[in-house]
């Protein structure tokens, strides 16, 4: 149908590990994280252009 939007809304989290390593195996710093969204008008291109962005 026309004015129809059939765009896919695409969340997604990235995590990067902390670097920060202990003899104890613990950590005391939590890991950066960017959480984002993206709208597409397929899966495929909403991860092509995260791949792009990030």
Do not use: C, H, W
């Not at 920060?20 to 397929?42: A, F, L, Q, R, Y």
Request: glycine content about 6%.
């Amino acid at each position: 149908m026309f004015g129809e939007n059939n765009n896919y809304k695409l969340s997604f989290q990235l995590s990067i590990p902390s670097q920060n390593t202990s003899s104890e195996g613990s950590s005391s710093s939590s890991p950066d994280t960017v959480t984002d969204t993206i709208e597409s008008s397929s899966i495929e291109s909403g991860i092509s252009l995260a791949n792009r962005l990030y």
